[in-house]
């Protein structure tokens, strides 16, 4: 008896859970080294199945902020994310409760307007 549980618990075993598949990425900036106050990013992320991904922001000892959330299309999830502070910012994605790798964007002053930003 003891065997045929152990057989029947293998059955509804489902495929491994939803997870990003690598680490966020925002892009390349505008002025390719950092990120600009003001200035909006595409922020991508490879998942292993679909389903809602959400994005965070965190600032190095301090709990992280939400950017957003967008359910993933073709194993891909993508939100808009605009840096408000200056400073490194930790950037990562998390679906069904794991969390992807992270990047950090040093993100200084923006300046620009009209689809045009750029930080120095």
Same mark, same amino acid.
């Not at 293998?10 to 892009?27: F, L, N």
């Not at 679909?50 to 991904?53: A, I, K, N, R």
């Given at each position: 008896m /003891? !065997? *045929?549980g152990i057989g029947l618990a !293998?059955? =509804? *075993? @489902? #495929? *491994? &859970?939803?997870? #990003? %598949? !690598?680490? /966020?990425?925002? @892009?390349v900036p505008f002025s390719s080294v950092v990120y600009g106050t003001g200035c909006t990013y595409s922020l /991508? %992320? #490879?998942v292993n199945a %679909? =389903?809602? +991904?959400s994005f965070y922001e965190q600032r190095r000892g301090y709990p992280p902020i939400l950017i957003g959330r967008a359910q993933a299309y073709q194993l891909v999830a993508t939100v808009w994310w605009t840096p408000r502070r200056i400073g490194d910012r930790i950037?990562?994605?998390? &679906?069904? @409760? +794991? $969390? !992807?790798? %992270?990047? +950090?964007? $040093? /993100?200084h002053q923006g300046y620009g307007s009209g689809g045009v930003c750029f930080a120095l």
């Open positions: /003891v !065997g *045929a !293998g059955i =509804g *075993a @489902g #495929p *491994a &859970q939803a997870a #990003p %598949s !690598g680490p /966020v990425d925002p @892009g /991508v %992320s #490879p %679909s =389903g809602l +991904v950037l990562y994605a998390e &679906q069904n @409760g +794991v $969390r !992807g790798p %992270s990047i +950090v964007a $040093r /993100v």
